[in-house]
């Protein structure tokens, strides 16, 4: 059974602490993103990932960085928390040549900041 | 203007009844459309894609793609209270993103 890992289910920092979420996934996927999901804003991707130690800004990419190191996995940084970055955040993949396939998403990280 | 965009809800309908939601999007290059469905506390799902203009049915579930109006629709046919949840239009953009509008919640009352 293909499979998105997210380390995390639950998650509560503090202000200014660096958090780290981690995505697995285990289908040789080329592709990765991180989205959050707000409630009425719908999925907002954060960044994304094509290939290994590349990188591309999304639509809300401040106060965030990534790292993928490994075609498996995809980290998610936040480099100083603050609040207004509570949220669920649901990490993804999907094959190259896109354009028909589907996303497979992970179970979500709900981070708390307070 | 948001890229893609849906009407939030919540759209209510009574079971067996047909469900109608609504996607538009604004860049005329967008060649793929998709439906995912997210239950509560669930991650999203992917219901159905559509790349050219016209029906393409699955089941209880039709989308409808008209680009020269830059819309697209999920029709659901006889629904049932399993349906209810949040129903989720996206398009691949240039550049290798998926976005995504903010999601139609769906009730469907016995």
């Known amino acids: 059974d293909v499979k998105v890992t997210q380390s995390s289910r639950y998650l509560v920092k503090r202000t200014g602490e660096k958090v780290f979420l981690e995505c697995v996934q285990d289908?040789?996927?080329?592709?990765m993103f991180w989205y959050r999901q707000d409630p009425g804003l719908g999925l907002r991707l954060i960044y994304f990932?094509?290939?290994?130690?590349?990188?591309e800004k999304g639509d809300i990419p401040e106060g965030y960085s990534v790292s993928r190191e490994k075609k498996e996995r995809f980290s998610l940084i936040l480099e100083s928390a603050s609040t207004n970055q509570t949220s669920m955040y649901l990490c993804a993949s999907s094959t190259i040549g896109t354009a028909n396939e589907k996303l497979f998403f992970g179970s979500g990280t709900q981070l708390s900041v307070l | 203007q948001k890229e893609v965009e849906q009407n939030s809800g919540p759209l209510s309908v009574p079971e067996g009844a047909i469900a109608s939601l609504n996607c538009t999007y604004s860049?005329?290059?967008?060649?793929?459309f998709f439906w995912y469905r997210q239950y509560s506390g669930k991650s999203p799902e992917l219901i159905m894609f559509i790349y050219s203009n016209g029906d393409k049915e699955d089941g209880r579930f039709t989308a409808q793609l008209n680009k020269a109006s830059q819309y697209v629709s999920l029709l659901i046919r006889d629904s049932q209270p399993s349906d209810s949840a949040t129903y989720l239009c996206a398009s691949w953009y240039q550049g290798g993103k998926l976005i995504f509008g903010q999601g139609t919640e769906l009730s469907v009352k016995p």
């Open positions: 289908m040789d996927h080329e592709n």
């Open positions: 990932s094509y290939d290994v130690k590349m990188k």
């Open positions: 860049d005329r290059g967008s060649q793929s």
